[in-house]
C-alpha cells in the first residue's frame, strides 16, 4: 500500500445534553479525523480514522492539540519515512514505524486507525471479517453522566430504559454515589446497572464504596488512579461488586500486569486509549486466555468509532454490553448516517473497512480546522 496523502481535520459536534464525569463537563466534542488516501493493486481509495482525545488533558495527558501537533510534527513524517526507505506501509507496520515516539497512544491508535481503514478497504473486506467477527450486531449500553439532581438523574435513566438500552452506566464521585444508585435500582428494578468514578476515590473511600455492594452492581469502572494497581486489588478484597479498570489499562502489558496482581476481574477496552484496534484485540486475547470479562468503552466517538467499536465488540470475550450507543445519544447529527440502537443492539457493519465515512456535507459544516501533511 502506498500513501499518498495525510490530512487532519477537527470537527466541531455539540453535545445535544451535556454530559458531566467526575472530571469535567462537556458541552461539545471536538474530533480529531484523519483522512489517508492511499493506492494499492485495487486502485486507490480514502481510509478514515478518529482521535479520541477530549480538548483538555483531565481524562489522560493526551489531549486535541497536543495529539495534532504530535502526528503533524512526528508521527506522520515518521510514516513517510518509513514508506521512503521502501518498508512495506499497513496496519501491522504501522506501530513499528513511529515506536521510536514514546507515549501519545490516542494519536498513534488514530493514524493506525486510518491505515487500516484503508488497508481493508484496498482488499475489499471489513473490519468484522478481519477479526473473525461473525454475529451481525452487539448488545448497546449507555453511559449517563452525574446530573444536577436525582430527579433528573431519573429522567435521564428512564428516556434511555423506554429506548431499548440494555445496561446502563452511573457516572459517580464521592457525594454523588450512595443516592442516584439507589434511587435507579429502586426505580428500574432488575436493570444491568453499573458505576464509573474516573478515579475520583481513594482506597480510604473504600466504605463508601462498600455501601454500593447490596445493590447488584456489573462493576465499579476505575474507582482509585490510574497507577494505583495494587490499591485496585487491595480494594478488591474489601468491596463485593466487582472491579474494572479503565484509565490503568493502556497496553496488553499493563492488562497483564492487572490481571496478575488482581486488581481487575474485567477490563474496559477503549481502542483510542491503549494506541489502537489491534492492541484493542490483544487486551481481549490476553483477557480471554485469563478469564477476565470484557466490554467496549467509549469516548463520545462519532459514526466512524462507533462502528469500528461495534465490530471491536463483537470478539468473542466481550461479554458484558460497552458504551456503544447510537449516534443520538450525544449528537443530534452525526458526521456520518446515524449509528442506530434497535432493540437493545446496535449492527455491525459488513461493508470494505469500518464501514461508514463522513457524509460530505456534515464534513464542510462541521470543520473546524484542517491540515494536509502530505510530504
Ligand atoms: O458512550 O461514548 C460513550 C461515553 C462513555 O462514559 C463514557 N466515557 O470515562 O468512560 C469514560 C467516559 C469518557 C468519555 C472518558 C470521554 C473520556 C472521554
Redesign the pocket.
Known amino acids: 500500500m502506498h500513501i499518498e496523502r495525510v490530512e487532519l481535520i477537527t470537527v466541531r459536534m455539540p453535545l445535544i445534553h451535556p454530559f458531566t464525569?467526575s472530571f469535567s463537563t462537556q458541552t461539545e466534542r471536538r474530533p480529531l479525523l484523519i483522512r489517508v488516501t492511499a493506492s494499492g493493486q485495487s486502485g486507490t481509495v480514502t481510509g478514515w480514522g478518529e482521535c479520541?482525545a477530549?480538548a483538555e488533558p483531565f481524562?489522560s495527558p493526551e489531549y486535541l492539540e497536543g495529539a495534532r501537533e504530535i502526528l503533524r510534527r512526528f508521527l506522520v513524517p515518521a510514516l513517510f519515512d518509513w514508506q521512503a526507505a521502501g518498508r512495506p506501509v499497513a496496519a501491522a507496520t504501522v506501530g513499528s514505524a513511529i515506536e521510536h515516539v514514546v507515549g501519545h497512544r490516542m494519536a498513534k491508535g488514530a493514524l493506525e486507525m486510518a491505515i487500516l481503514d484503508a488497508e481493508l478497504r484496498l482488499q475489499n473486506r471489513s473490519f468484522a471479517a478481519h477479526l473473525g467477527v461473525t454475529r451481525a450486531s452487539v448488545p448497546s449500553g449507555?453511559?449517563v453522566g452525574i446530573e444536577k439532581s436525582v430527579p433528573d438523574l431519573l429522567a435521564q435513566v428512564g428516556d434511555f430504559v423506554a429506548q431499548g438500552y440494555v445496561r446502563i452506566?452511573l457516572?459517580i464521585k464521592p457525594g454523588w454515589d450512595l443516592e442516584p444508585v439507589k434511587a435507579v435500582r429502586e426505580r428500574f428494578g432488575d436493570i444491568g446497572l453499573q458505576v464509573?468514578a474516573?478515579t475520583a476515590y481513594r482506597l480510604s473511600d473504600a466504605h463508601l464504596l462498600r455501601r454500593l455492594d447490596p445493590f447488584d452492581l456489573l462493576l465499579i469502572e476505575q474507582p482509585l488512579g490510574e497507577e494505583d494497581l495494587r490499591q485496585h486489588a487491595h480494594l478488591a478484597r474489601l468491596v463485593s461488586t466487582p472491579i474494572c479498570l479503565?484509565e490503568s489499562i493502556v497496553s496488553a502489558q499493563s492488562a497483564a500486569d492487572a490481571i496478575a496482581l488482581g486488581a481487575a476481574s474485567v477490563i474496559?477496552i477503549k481502542p483510542g486509549r491503549v494506541g489502537g484496534y489491534l492492541e484493542a484485540a490483544r487486551i481481549h486475547d490476553l483477557a480471554l486466555a485469563h478469564g477476565v470479562a470484557v466490554w467496549c468503552?467509549?469516548?463520545?466517538?462519532t459514526g466512524i468509532g462507533r462502528a469500528a467499536n461495534a465490530a471491536l465488540a463483537g470478539l468473542p470475550g466481550f461479554t458484558l454490553p460497552g458504551?456503544i450507543?447510537g449516534s443520538d445519544?450525544?449528537y443530534a447529527n452525526d458526521i456520518t448516517e446515524p449509528i442506530v440502537m434497535k432493540d437493545g443492539e446496535v449492527a455491525i457493519p459488513s461493508t470494505p473497512g469500518f464501514g461508514v465515512e463522513p457524509l460530505p456535507a456534515a464534513l464542510a459544516d462541521m470543520t473546524v480546522h484542517t491540515l494536509d501533511l502530505t510530504s
Open positions: 464525569t479520541v477530549l481524562y449507555v453511559s452506566k457516572k464509573d474516573n479503565d474496559n468503552g467509549g469516548m463520545l466517538e458504551d450507543s445519544r450525544f
